[in-house]
């Protein structure tokens, strides 16, 4: 069965970075889009950035852009979000996200907290 599991969250100060890691397994990996999108509390869960199946296509929402980073190892079965200079507004939970359609696959989701 399908499985995502995030890693990588924690606490950091404004400026600061991390970097997230989707662990995949139990579907053909290097041939899917994957998503990391985020959910801040009380707001919706939103697209952050996608990868194409070979990483040649990457897209990014706009608060992101220039500071955020998808990349994915197909050998590996990951897909990571570099994220760099780190604001207060990037507090969230980040999911690792597989488009199947009407049925899309979630992870369990990784805690980022941007704090002073």
């Known amino acids: 069965q399908v499985q995502l599991v995030e890693s990588g969250g924690g606490t950091v100060q404004p400026g600061g970075s991390l970097t997230l890691l989707c662990e995949a397994s139990?579907?053909?990996?290097?041939?899917?889009?994957m998503r990391w999108y985020r959910q801040a509390p009380g707001q919706e869960r939103l697209l952050v950035a996608a990868?194409?199946?070979?990483?040649?296509?990457?897209q990014y929402d706009y608060p992101v852009k220039g500071r955020f980073t998808i990349s994915r190892d197909n050998d590996k079965n990951t897909v990571s979000l570099q994220m760099k200079n780190l604001k207060v507004e990037d507090t969230a939970v980040y999911y690792c996200?597989?488009?199947?359609?009407?049925?899309?696959?979630w992870g369990q989701g990784t805690q980022v907290t941007v704090s002073p």
């Open positions: 139990g579907f053909a990996f290097k041939d899917s889009f």
């Open positions: 990868i194409g199946p070979t990483g040649g296509y990457t």
């Open positions: 996200n597989l488009p199947r359609g009407s049925t899309d696959f």
